[in-house]
T-cell receptor
Framework: QKEVEQNSGPLSVPEGAIASLNCTYS??????FFWYRQYSGKSPELIMF????GDKEDGRFTAQLNKASQYVSLLIRDSQPSDSATYLCAVTQAGTALIFGKGTTLSVSS | EAGVAQSPRYKIIEKRQSVAFWCNPI?????LYWYQQILGQGPKLLIQ????????DSQLPKDRFSAERLKGVDSTLKIQPAKLEDSAVYLC??????????????FGPGTRLTVL
């Protein structure tokens, strides 16, 4: 059974702080790793993807991947109230469907 | 570029009734996915199509769920008969092609199904 684990939260941070979201996965054959953001009542939207060990930065977002530890994380710098949402971690092998975690709810207070 | 379209957006039915959902993927996207998202959980794959062929339907409850993708474009997902536990959001997603390590999937707005 291929699994993706996330802390469901809620994770609460003040505006301007760094939010750190974590994810572990069970399938060592996983090749690509995604972070989706999902606002309440909306569909998931892609924030970032990563497939090499290390860090990948895009604006205020940084994805980190450690394949040896089977660990993926997402850092959100200068958190804004508009970042309040559920963040879904997803993994896939080449050409297969995404396997999602249950998501972590982030709440950014102003 | 138009996104993934789904209809209806909302549906309320009684248990044992039938329901169908429709999805139109992004133009040119060969791969189409149906996911089920129960409240408080992440999306779970029901079925994956490559053009009009089924790639993965291992998690589709085939005694009540069926799906087709005629002509490799639009797709319909049917539930017959519905059970209370089928209450969920049904998400359709599409991606450009299968077989690459980077496989960005674009999601439609979803259909929220309530079974009473």
């Amino acid at each position: 059974q291929k699994e993706v684990e996330q802390n469901s939260g809620p994770l609460s941070v003040p505006e301007g702080a760094i939010a750190s979201l974590n994810c572990t996965y069970s399938d060592r054959g996983s090749q690509s790793f995604f972070w989706y953001r999902q606002y309440s009542g909306k569909s998931p939207e892609l924030i970032m993807f990563i497939y090499s060990n290390g860090d990948k930065e895009d604006g205020r977002f940084t994805a980190q991947l450690n394949k040896a530890s089977q660990y993926v994380s997402l850092l959100i710098r200068d958190s804004q109230p508009s970042d309040s949402a559920t963040y879904l971690c997803a993994v896939t092998q080449a050409g297969t469907a995404l396997i999602f975690g249950k998501g972590t709810t982030l709440s950014v207070s102003s | 570029e138009a996104g993934v379209a789904q209809s209806p957006r909302y549906k309320i039915i009684e248990k044992r009734q039938s329901v169908a959902f429709w999805c139109n993927p992004i133009s040119g996207h060969a791969t189409l996915y149906w996911y089920q998202q129960i409240l408080g959980q992440g999306p779970k794959l029901l079925i994956q199509f490559q053009n009009n062929g089924v790639v993965d339907d291992s998690q589709l409850p085939k005694d009540r769920f069926s799906a087709e993708r005629l002509k490799g474009v639009d797709s319909t997902l049917k539930i017959q008969p519905a059970k209370l536990e089928d209450s969920a959001v049904y998400l359709c997603a599409s991606s450009l092609r299968r077989g690459s390590s980077y496989n960005e999937q674009f999601f439609g707005p979803g259909t929220r199904l309530t079974v009473l």
